[in-house]
Every structure is written in C-alpha cells, then in structure tokens.
C-alpha cells in the first residue's frame, strides 16, 4: 500500500500534460504496430512457399494464401488507421466529458430522483459510449464479414444474423453489464484505497460465474450445440478422455457453418465438469482420427496444467490492474486534463487509466505470446506421446490449406502477434518427414475453413 499510495502522489501534479502523455503511447503503439505490419507485408510478397512445405502445398494455393494474407494486412493497416483517427478525434474533441454531461443532463430530465448519482449516470454513459462505438465500427465490420470474407469464401453470414448478432450483443451487454458495473462501482465507493482486494475477489467471482452460465443462457443465444452422435469419433474422443482420466461430461457438436467456413474446437467447464465442443465444419472437413488428433492437444494443455496456470496469470494480472488502478483513480491532474474539473468519476478514470496502461500491455502482450508459443509446443509433444504425430501433421497441414493461412511471417511481427507457432515450427517439433501427409495436397477444390479462437 505504502509504494502504490507514494505512485499515486507522485503521479498527480499540476499541470502535467497527461493528455499529450496519453496521445503519445497511442500513437507510438500505432506506429510499432505498423513498422511490423510492413516487415509481414514484405514476407507476403514472396512467390515461393517455404521449403519445408513445397511438397506439400501446390503454388495456386500458396498464391492464394499470400493474397488472403496481404488482403488482410492492408485490411488491418486501415482499421487501424480508422480507429487511430477515432480515438484522437474523442481526446481532442473532448467526447468524454460532453459524453458524461449529456449522461447527466438526461439523467436529470427523464429519470425519477432515486436513480440520481454516480452510479446511474455511469451506466447510461457506458451504455451511450458502448452505442457510439458500435455504430462507429459498423463500416468495418461489415467489410471485413461482407467484402473480405466473402471474397475468399469463408463467410457464411446473412446480414440478418449479421445485424441479428450485433442486437443481441448489446442486449447481453446491458443484462450482464448492469449488475456488474453497479457493483463494482459500489466496491470502490465503500472500500476506500484498499478496494482492489475486494475488486479483485469479485473479478474470480464474475470469471467463475461466467463459466457456469454461459452454455446456459449466453451461447443458446448465438449457436445451436447438439449432442455428437454415436460413433467412431464420438467413441474415440470418449477413450482419450477416459484414458487422459479427463472430467468430461458432455460432448458436443456446434452449428459453427452457419456464420462461417472457419473451424474450431475447444472444451469448457468446471474443473469437475467439462464440456468439449467440436465445430460441424472441423467434422465435415477432416478424418476421424485427425479430430481426435486435434482434441488430443486441446486435452494435453489441460492434463499439462497449461489452463490452470493461464487461469493463474490471467487472475494475478487482474489483481496487479486493479491496484495500479488505485493509483489513478484520484488523481486530479489526470482528470483535469480531460476536462473533469468538478468531478472525478471512476469510470472514466478506468478508461483513462486503460490508455495510461498501453506500453505495459504491449510488454504483456509480448510475454504471454512467448509463453504460449511453449505451450502450444509442450501440448504438440503431449500429442506425440499419445501417438498421434502423423494425424495432427495431417491435420495441421489441411488446417493450414483449407485456411488458406499464412505460410510464414517475419519473426518480429510473429514474436508480437502470434500466440502460435507458425507452422514449419510445429512440424519440425513433431518430427514430420515430408511426404507423408499426401491428401492435404490433393485439397486444392475444397472450400476454405479457418480454425479460430482457440487454434490448434
């Protein structure tokens, strides 16, 4: 406490300049962003694909993996761009304070005396921001779905569901973000300087809660889960989680080929009770073994421990946020610089904070990138082990394919980026020999499918 509240004074003084502090790290990270994207656009431009994949992947479906991947580069800078120019134009044209001035005004006129205070005019603010940010992203997001795509055959949305998701989106946000806000608004209230303890014990509480509802009442909203038929797979699965002594529960197959071409395949639950669900398009688009193959990596980073330990990190992160926090959230110079002269509102001083927070996240963004890189090679061996070298290579390589996936990246840019290795790395790990993985070559006429969140 002592350290943190000898920060907190050393941080606040007249007249520092903390808006030019703050456009400086946004604009800084802009720019690092956009040197590594130049270092990937320049790998994009090759012609040949690397070597230890020229037996395996033909030249059209290299081609056309380089101009996905440029596409999406190009894509990337402009969105960036896009949300640079966005978050100027809220800093200079002093959004944040008309924003919280209008929440108020309104508040005043349309609502009875009780729902008067901080509290009520955070949630109309957050919700009026969280509208603007919406909107705002729109032309984006529908480029990206629509134009992007759509042009190399992954979409597989309706602008119906497509407008359909966004509604729902915002509906969930203000059920789930009102309570959630009220209350962590009232911890800081009540608390005083120590509230990030309790911040962060109602954080676990949240996480914890979040895992039990959400194939209960979040996912339904969205997709479509059905139990995965009797059958070579689903008896497959069944034995590795029997033999793994995995807690599993149900398994599940989800309706992923109604938005997109892409795939996936990931498990959830309470450590005593887990849930694997598979895409139907990871079903339809490889061999049996090969989907065990896949769910044997997913279970190895759970049988190595890799998602406890995430959980681990991800909860002491959230604790060190929290009491940094502590250090702005009464910090006057901060907020006068943002035209908060009467009042210091704790939401904002989150928002604000966040973007103080920016070169530390980079460093963070580094290290767990790293980290799980070592995973993701730990879980690959754990797959090895299990006798299934030959069928993740297999499946790696059609994922790869049917992905149309870059083939390689510049290593600055992949150290920052990906969460993954690339894929001649995973090869050479599994002690692949070229040749032996023949059918992902021959899938040059297949549809595009993309494995997703939690990737191979």
Do not use: C
Not at 4 to 28: I, M, T, Y
Not at 208 to 233: C, H, M, Q, R, W
């Amino acid at each position: 406490m002592y350290i943190l509240e000898q920060l907190a004074r050393l941080l606040d003084r007249p007249l520092f300049p903390w808006k030019n502090v703050l456009v400086g790290f946004s604009l800084g990270q802009f720019i690092l962003e956009g040197f590594l994207s130049f270092r990937q656009y320049k790998v994009l431009q090759r012609t040949k694909p690397p070597k230890v994949l020229e037996n395996e992947v033909s030249q059209k479906v290299f081609d056309q993996s380089q101009a996905y991947g440029r596409a999406k580069a190009k894509f990337g800078f402009i969105s960036g761009l896009y949300g640079q120019i966005q978050n100027l134009a809220f800093i200079y044209g002093d959004v944040l304070p008309k924003l919280w001035g209008l929440s108020g005004l309104l508040l005043a006129r349309y609502f009875p005396s009780r729902f008067q205070g901080e509290i009520s005019q955070t949630l109309l603010f957050v919700f009026g921001f969280n509208l603007i940010s919406t909107v705002l992203s729109l032309p984006i997001s529908y480029y990206n779905t629509f134009v992007l795509e759509e042009k190399f055959g992954f979409n597989k949305q309706t602008l119906k569901l497509w407008v359909t998701d966004m509604l729902k989106g915002q509906m969930l946000g203000i059920v789930l973000g009102t309570p959630i806000i009220s209350a962590v608004l009232k911890i800081v209230q009540k608390t005083g300087n120590s509230f990030f303890y309790y911040l962060w014990l109602f954080g676990v509480f949240v996480q914890v809660f979040a895992i039990t509802i959400y194939p209960i009442v979040i996912l339904p909203l969205f997709n479509k889960l059905s139990p995965l038929e009797p059958g070579d797979l689903k008896t497959g699965v069944e034995n590795l989680a029997r033999k793994l002594n995995f807690p599993l529960h149900e398994l599940y197959v989800i309706d992923g080929s109604k938005r997109s071409a892409h795939s996936n395949a990931y498990f959830y639950g309470l450590p005593w009770k887990k849930h694997i669900v598979i895409y139907d398009t990871l079903i339809e688009k490889s061999e049996t073994e090969e989907v065990v193959a896949v769910l044997s990596h997913e279970l190895g980073h759970w049988s190595l421990g890799h998602t406890t330990k995430l959980f681990g990190i991800a909860q002491s992160h959230m604790f060190y946020i929290f009491a940094l926090f502590s250090v702005f959230v009464n910090n006057k110079s901060l907020y006068q610089s943002f035209g908060f002269y009467q009042e210091m509102p704790i939401m904002i001083g989150f928002l604000l904070f966040s973007d103080a927070l920016a070169p530390m996240d980079a460093v963070v963004k580094l290290l767990m990138n790293i980290l799980s890189r070592k995973f993701e090679f730990e879980a690959d061996a754990f797959a090895v082990k299990l006798g299934y070298s030959d069928q993740l290579a297999a499946s790696l390589l059609k994922l790869q394919i049917q992905n149309l996936s870059t083939m390689d990246a510049d290593w600055m840019y992949a150290s920052y980026h990906y969460s993954h290795p690339i894929l001649s790395e995973r090869l050479k790990a599994l002690g692949w020999q070229g040749g032996k993985v023949t059918d992902a070559k021959t899938d040059d006429s297949e549809k595009p499918v993309k494995a997703a969140d939690r990737e191979l």
